[in-house]
């Protein structure tokens, strides 16, 4: 009975979709050129946050949805997979094209008629950047459908207080039961609304109701099978939000009820759904607030004054730049003045330029004297001639093809004339979008500065990120590990949870599958040598091999982790640290016996210690034994040869 329930289990696989599309102008002119999975989020392209996350998360298979940019997006995830990014070991991705689909809804509407999705699943919409263990939630959902058949969603939303940088944007009113099924619901938006009318029946029908507004959308949303056939059976549901109203509008027509689920304490989901959005969630990440989610330090250098910068950046003393982020190969000019801007990689900043508030995309040049400021967004390949002013405006390299309107800048830089809408704010004259003016103003400096200090360390002329070496975090690493695995052996969790805090900790810390085997091994060993009050040491350390052999399993799987393994047991032996008689043979013995490590690997590992120190004292024993065996096994197979 048990081996038929594993291979169900097995069957299961746990799945997700992500669109990748935002079928809108949010972000044009640069999404012309960039497909928006791939915008960097400090140099790193969106999509690869959002896989990680959901690796991370424990799904096994994602479809990764797209209209626009295909190829560039296969490219990308061909290149993660030949690289051995961290997500490839534990899930698969499959890009899923229909360059006919032009909504949310289509998308959804063609993976249903191409019947990829079994069961429960996790939709995420275009940008998600997130922490939330999505297996918990899952189960949650699972839950909810046995309590409630008709149970097509869980939506995600995050707790956004006063004064969070995402509050404003997407907010949410809500209405639920004491069950948090949904009875109302209201995307605010960024809209001005004073007013609220709630239908006088969620009062009448329900004897408890709250009504929370201070949510806002984390854009993960926990699916039931349904979903897929009620964008199918409905064309005029173009977004989420559009089957979230027609759901609790004809609720019992439909079939389908809405239920929410609200992240509190240091959960976190959000999307890059604006230029606004993309400002907050880069601080965020900034600030190490999405963890495990982090910069990628082995590709970014990180000065005083909150600036990020890629490899192979320079910035030479005369430049001033705070509260921005430059991408890779980024050359900057003398006297140029950078502030709360994004510049892409590749760019060229000639002398004397100012760039504020703005972003400029990758391959641009913008010559001297320029000025940019004032939320302009420059598009890839833009040439700015010498002088050239730019405010409030969106600014392309090609001369617009489709009839909207512009001002020729130069031969490579085209202004879309913008027009004031009735607030007053500047949108374009062919789009429902606008330009968003960018603050980044309410970051704050973790390094105390002198007055005099014009935010730069480096005493040389120019600065390189090849002259600071990457950190190393293996210290760090090896101490959440020891805090992950004491804790869960104190508190009995299960093991599987304490290999996902230690693949989180593998991201956040950028440390090699060789590093990670090597240190989650030596912590084991390491736990071994503290033996508690009024506990006989080998049984102890016989408790804490047997609790820990999932973990061991997981992580010396091959040649190459058992010398990881080896290696571990003698860094740890040989550190200082005292330990018991027989301690190396004890190890290595219930190593060998429950098939961690091999006969052949431990003595090529013995064969290459250190011949005059005393550690080879401690494992000759144990590898004379062994190699007895295996001449005793050797004569046995020649007797049974002659006879």
Not at 402 to 415: H, I, M, Q, R, S
Not at 501 to 520: C, G, H, L, W
Not at 555 to 572: P, T
């Amino acid at each position: 009975m048990s081996n038929k329930s594993e291979i169900i289990r097995k069957e299961k696989v746990v799945q997700s979709i992500v669109i990748a599309d935002t079928f809108t102008d949010e972000f044009v002119p640069i999404s012309d050129n960039i497909p928006h999975a791939l915008l960097p989020i400090l140099n790193k392209p969106l999509v690869d946050y959002t896989l990680e996350f959901l690796s991370l998360g424990g799904i096994e298979e994602v479809f990764l949805f797209c209209s626009v940019h295909s190829d560039e997006i296969k490219q990308h995830v061909d290149k993660c997979i030949k690289n051995g990014d961290g997500w490839t070991l534990t899930m698969k991705v499959n890009v899923t094209v229909s360059e006919s689909c032009q909504s949310f809804g289509d998308c959804l509407r063609d993976l249903d008629a191409r019947g990829l999705l079994r069961g429960e699943f996790v939709l995420l919409e275009p940008g998600v950047l997130s922490n939330v263990p999505l297996l918990s939630l899952l189960e949650k959902h699972s839950e909810i459908v046995k309590a409630d058949k008709y149970a097509a969603m869980t939506l995600i939303l995050q707790e956004s207080g006063i004064g969070h940088r995402g509050r404003g944007l997407e907010d949410i009113l809500l209405a639920t039961d004491s069950l948090n099924r949904v009875l109302f619901y209201k995307n605010l938006g960024s809209r001005k609304t004073k007013k609220i009318e709630f239908p006088m029946d969620i009062f009448l029908e329900n004897s408890s109701i709250s009504i929370l507004h201070n949510l806002k959308d984390s854009h993960i949303s926990i699916c039931s099978s349904s979903v897929l056939p009620l964008f199918s059976d409905n064309f005029d549901f173009q977004t989420k939000d559009d089957l979230i109203r027609g759901l609790l509008m004809n609720e019992e027509i439909l079939e389908g009820t809405i239920y929410a689920h609200v992240l509190q304490g240091s959960l976190f989901g959000g999307a890059v759904s604006s230029w606004r959005m993309y400002q907050s969630l880069s601080q965020e990440l900034m600030k190490k607030w999405i963890h495990p989610l982090t910069v990628t330090r082995n590709k970014n250098r990180v000065l005083k004054n909150n600036v990020v910068i890629g490899a192979g950046t320079t910035i030479p003393n005369s430049a001033k730049i705070s509260r921005s982020i430059l991408g890779a190969s980024v050359s900057i000019g003398h006297n140029v003045t950078v502030e709360d801007s994004f510049i892409f990689s590749d760019t060229k900043i000639q002398d004397d330029v100012v760039i504020t508030h703005s972003v400029i995309a990758s391959n641009c040049t913008i010559k001297s004297d320029s000025k940019i400021s004032l939320g302009s967004i420059i598009g890839t390949n833009t040439v700015l001639e010498n002088g050239t002013v730019i405010e409030n405006a969106l600014v392309q390299s090609k001369q617009p093809d489709n009839g909207d309107e512009y001002v020729k800048l130069g031969n490579k830089a085209f202004e879309l004339k913008v027009s004031s809408d009735d607030d007053g704010d500047s949108v374009l004259s062919t789009t429902s979008k606008k330009p968003y003016r960018l603050h980044i103003t309410d970051i704050e400096s973790d390094d105390e500065e002198d007055d005099d200090s014009d935010g730069f360390s480096d005493s040389e002329e120019e600065l390189s990120y090849t002259q600071s070496p990457v950190p190393d975090d293996t210290k760090l690493f090896f101490s959440e590990v020891i805090d992950s695995l004491t804790r869960g052996f104190d508190d009995n969790l299960l093991c599987d949870n304490l290999i996902l805090e230690i693949n989180s900790s593998r991201y956040a810390y950028n440390v090699t599958v060789k590093e990670v085997n090597f240190n989650v091994v030596k912590a084991i060993l390491s736990m071994s040598l503290r033996e508690p009050i009024g506990v006989q040491y080998f049984s102890h350390l016989s408790r804490l091999l047997s609790y820990f052999s999932p973990v061991l399993k997981n992580y010396i799987r091959n040649e190459a982790a058992m010398l990881d393994c080896l290696q571990a047991l003698e860094d740890v032996a040989t550190s200082g640290e005292s330990f018991k008689e027989k301690w190396v043979i004890a190890i290595l013995q219930h190593m060998y016996n429950k098939d961690y490590l091999a006969e052949d690997i431990i003595l090529e590992w013995y064969r290459n210690l250190d011949t005059d120190g005393k550690f080879v004292e401690h494992v000759k024993p144990f590898a004379d034994w062994l190699q007895e065996a295996e001449e005793a096994s050797s004569d046995d197979e020649d007797d049974d040869d002659s006879d």
